[in-house]
Each structure stands twice: as structure tokens, then as C-alpha cells.
């Protein structure tokens, strides 16, 4: 059997390694190659059959032998892990701000990142497609693989001008305010109306300009003629001497004259919260919503559970008549409406008698103008 002394071989392998530097540490390179060149391999052979006989002769070295072959493999599986989980590579960003949307895509995958799009409308047609903003900024240092956040336009709202004939003028503006809400420059700009008399109804939108169908390339301003109504229809005056206040609400729920109502104390025969006299014209009919003054008589003094009085404020001048509606709140029980009319707005004044701390509520076009206590 032959003996296979490691430690002798572990020595000459020292050796040689020691003589490897030394002729290193000399500049000896040639020399160096030719000791390697000439070195005895066939001293340092050893049988395969006799280290395995070695190893089962000896019991304490086979087990520390698997073992340490175990140890090398677990290191050698976690070098190899280290290496393929190794830190991504950084890159660039680069700036794609302005460019359209596919030349974007292809220049971040060029650099390993992944793009996170953005929708958004624009003022300008030509922006259709491209990226207005891009988040990392160009220039920033970001690993590979990073999210790039792409800002990219959908275009203007609206690239031409809708038909806007025959629907009403209100609800024209409240679609172009929605359009444009948050812009900072609305492709469509809505001047002030034209009124005009015409069979339509008030509010009905006559005429538009510019036409149906115009391209939308920069800001414009859209004129609109409306319908005021059909004015060629006159009211009649109506005859409200002597007529009480309920009768009042009744005359102003059935005609197109807007009432100026004003009171003063009642004299002599004078009926109490009646009307004494109204204005008078020439002509049996007036123009639709042309006003009438009306003169009631109030008592001077309140002596009796219920106030007599004059509503009144001051609104907005409509360019037609618009629904408006007067409605009492006592202080106990349910609420209920006095009065439904068709005013113009600017001075509005109605008549009341009511008990004292009643609520009165005028509502214009379905919301609260304005409230007053009755005292």
C-alpha cells in the first residue's frame, strides 16, 4: 500500500509558489517561465485508487474530507447567488419632453425604464401625442428598471365649434364653463348675447358665429343672438283698484306687466290693504314685462295680529322673464308659497299681510335670492 504524505506535498507546493514570487520580486521572468517550463509534474502525481484506500484507512479524515467539500459547495452556491441578484445598473434619464409619445417609449427602453403614462387636455391641436412633462427630470441618475412617469396629451377639448341654435343660452354656458374648467386659456369664449324679440322662447339661442363645423386652432370668441321672447304679443292693463291683496297675487300669476308696488297710509273711506290707484297710459295694452305703478292703503298703525307690508329687493336685470316665487315661513307650521310670477329682475316689490315673525323667501329660478322677517 502506498502512503501518500499530504503534508510533504503541501511543503512543495509552498516551495514552488515561494520560488514563483522571489523570481517575480526579481524581474526574473525568463528564467521564472523556464523553472515552471521544466518543473517535475510527476513528482507531485498521486494514485486516485490509493487516496481513496488512504481515506478509508483513516476514519477521522473521510468525514472532515465531506465536509469540507459541503462547506465549499454552500460557498460557491451563495457566491453565484450574490453575483446574478447584484445591484441594478444606474442610467440617465433622458429628456423626452416634447417629443411624441412613441419615440418616448423607445428611448426609455433603450435605458431599461418603464414608463407610467399621464392623460391630459391641452390648449394647443398640435400638442395631440406628445409628452409635456416627464417625472424624474431629465438628467437624473436612477437605477434601471425605474418607473418614468410620462405626462402626454390628449389634445384640445374641443377642435371645432358645436350647433348651438336652438338650445338655451344657459345651458350653452354652463357646458363651455365645464369644458374650460381649470384652464387658464378656454379655446371658446362666449361674448355677451344679443337679445332680440322672436316667437321662440325667451332664452332660446337664434343664431351662432361662428358657424357649426369651425376648426378650433386657437382661441375664439362665440357670438350668440337670443330669443327674448315673443314680444309682438302684448299684455292688457289689467283694472287692480279696489282689489285686495290675494287678488293682487292672483293678477300677478296671469299677466306680463311687472307691478312697482308702494303704499300709504289710508284716509277717509280708503279700504284698508286694497289698491287706490294705478298708473294709466293711452293705450289699452303695453309691451310684454313694461312696468305699472300701484298705489295700496295701509293702516298707520298695526294694531291687529297680522303686519301689513312691502317686500322688496333689488336683482339682477334678466334680459327675459324669468320664474320667481315668494313663499311665507311661519313661525309655526309648514312652509307655503304666496305668490309664483314672471319677472325681468332689477327693483322687485310684492305686497304683504302676515303675521308677525313670518319668514319671507323670494326664489329666483329655483334658488334663494333673499330672505326678510316680517315686523
Known amino acids: 500500500m502506498v502512503k501518500v504524505n499530504f503534508k510533504e506535498i503541501l511543503e512543495k507546493i509552498k516551495s514552488f509558489f515561494k520560488t514563483v514570487w522571489n523570481k517575480i520580486r526579481s524581474f526574473s521572468f525568463k528564467k521564472t517561465i523556464d523553472d515552471i517550463r521544466h518543473f517535475d509534474v510527476q513528482k507531485f502525481r498521486v494514485s486516485f485508487a490509493d487516496g481513496m484506500e488512504k481515506l478509508q484507512s483513516n476514519g477521522r479524515l473521510l468525514p472532515v474530507t465531506i465536509l469540507s467539500a459541503f462547506v465549499l459547495m454552500i460557498l460557491v452556491c451563495l457566491a453565484v447567488f450574490f453575483l ?5 445598473e444606474e ?99 362666449l361674448a355677451d348675447p344679443v337679445y ?27 357670438q350668440l343672438v337670443v330669443s327674448r321672447g315673443p314680444e309682438y304679443e302684448k299684455a292688457k292693463i289689467p283694472n287692480l283698484v279696489g282689489m285686495n291683496i290675494n ?9 306680463k306687466i311687472v307691478f312697482d308696488f308702494k303704499s300709504h297710509n289710508a284716509s277717509g273711506d280708503e279700504k284698508v290693504g286694497t289698491v287706490t290707484e294705478q298708473e294709466t297710459f293711452k293705450e289699452e295694452y303695453l309691451d310684454n314685462y313694461e312696468r305699472m305703478s300701484v298705489n295700496l292703503a295701509f293702516p298707520s298703525k298695526n294694531n291687529s295680529a297680522n303686519m301689513y307690508g312691502i317686500f322688496s329687493d333689488s336683482l339682477t336685470e ?15 307650521g309648514d312652509r307655503y308659497t304666496l305668490v309664483t310670477f314672471l319677472h325681468t329682475g332689477g327693483s322687485i316689490t310684492i305686497p304683504y299681510v302676515l303675521p308677525e315673525g313670518t319668514v319671507l323667501v323670494l326664489s329666483v329660478a329655483g334658488k334663494e335670492a333673499k330672505r326678510q322677517v316680517v315686523q
Open 84 to 88: 446574478s441578484v447584484r445591484r441594478p
Open 91 to 189: 442610467v440617465m434619464v433622458p429628456d423626452v419632453v416634447g417629443k411624441d409619445l412613441t419615440t418616448a417609449l423607445l428611448e426609455m427602453q433603450v435605458k431599461e425604464l418603464y414608463p407610467k403614462i399621464q392623460l391630459r387636455y391641452t390648449n394647443n391641436p398640435e400638442d395631440a401625442g406628445k409628452v409635456l412633462n416627464q417625472n424624474p427630470d431629465a438628467g437624473a441618475i436612477v437605477k434601471a428598471g425605474r418607473r418614468i412617469t410620462l405626462t402626454i396629451s390628449r389634445g384640445v377639448v374641443i377642435d371645432h365649434v358645436e350647433q348651438y341654435v336652438g338650445m338655451n343660452v344657459d345651458d350653452v354656458r354652463l357646458k363651455v364653463q365645464s369644458l374650460f374648467t381649470g384652464s387658464s386659456k378656454p379655446l371658446l369664449i
Open 196 to 222: 332680440k324679440a322672436d316667437k321662440a322662447d325667451a332664452g332660446t339661442i337664434l343664431e351662432q358665429d361662428p358657424p357649426e363645423g369651425t376648426r378650433i386652432s386657437e382661441p375664439i370668441t362665440l
Open 247 to 255: 287678488d293682487i297675487y292672483m293678477a300677478m300669476s296671469h299677466t
Open 318 to 332: 334678466y334680459p327675459y322673464a324669468v320664474k320667481m316665487t315668494l313663499d311665507a315661513v311661519p313661525a309655526e
